[in-house]
């Protein structure tokens, strides 16, 4: 298993003045300009949909209801009254969300402008600088061929320039085998101490054995899955003789996509794929946000708000379930 690096990394004033930093300050601007100057319009007010916390105030107490946590039974009401109660707390207002982003070789993929890792650097500092605004704080682990990279929750947004440069000075992996999507989930359960919000930002693109480790990790805490994908993962087009090549083994091999019967092999693969896939996220107990990269950042943030606004109403009205279901943009792909 990789060892988590002791060393962590924090923003540098200076590091940021530098040169080097302009791309990561451009793409925050635009992100600024282009998405989050048209969320603040529909989420004004609603700051509560996109994190909610436990708290440590007690509020009020009623009666356990299914899907509640056990952990906050009130044992002494209980044995009084004879019948399960739980305690409610007053929410937190400054939170900590920390993104566990998976940077393999599988993610530098992408059919059109937009590769998965770029997907995913945008989603990232969207969501960091929505939540710094209102005085979270957010912290980041990086994966390549392991966890190396570990970015302690702060606020500002200077932070998260530091936390979008660290993503972009990434180069891109070679080829040295499958990835272990497991490490990273683990790490984070080892490194986030207290209940926060988790974002697992990957393809899942990994063999078998992460999917304990990310149920364990959702048992503590508030866990969203953002599932990257390209629309060719699932079909392929009618383009003749084609050098596809593994990202993560760097194996080639030579189709023939005119082979109409290959395209429904193909696409019957992907599928069974998907399938085994979000059966796994919903099993682990956790909420996917599908992300394309053709997809509309913006469209995806009011589909990640509607899914905390559920969470919201579910909770209010006595225990929310442990997963709500897939969020993505309809209709994804051509049947």
Known sequence: MNKVPERTEAADPEALRDPGTQGAEALLRRLEWTVIRRLDGLLQGDY?????????????????????????????????????????FTEDRELAAW????????????????????????????LSRLLTRHGNRVGALLYGTEVDTVIPARAGRMHV???????????????????????????????????????VVSDFISPPGWEQALGELSRRHDVTAVRLYDPLEMELPDIGLVT??????????????????????FAAAAQARETALLASLAQAGVDTLELATDDDLFDAILRFADLRRQRSRMAAGGGAPSHLGVLRNEPRRAS
């Open 48 to 88: 509560r949909t996109l994190m909610r916390g436990a708290g440590l105030d007690l509020a009020d107490l009623r009666e356990y209801q299914h899907h509640d946590d056990v952990r906050h039974i009130d044992w002494n009401v209980t044995a009084r009254l004879q019948q399960p109660y739980v305690r409610q």
């Open 99 to 126: 993104f566990l982003v998976d940077l393999s070789a599988s993610v530098d993929f992408g059919s059109d402008e937009r590769a998965k890792r770029g997907v995913a650097r945008e989603f990232v500092g969207v």
């Open 244 to 265: 596809m090549r593994d990202a993560e083994t760097g194996e080639q091999l030579l189709v023939d996509t005119h082979d109409a019967g290959f395209r429904e092999r």
């Open 161 to 199: 320039l530091h936390l979008l440069q660290r993503m972009a000075q990434r180069p891109a992996e070679a080829p040295q085998g499958a990835t272990q999507l497991r490490d990273l989930l683990l790490a984070g359960q080892r490194l986030i101490k207290r209940r926060c919000t988790v974002f």
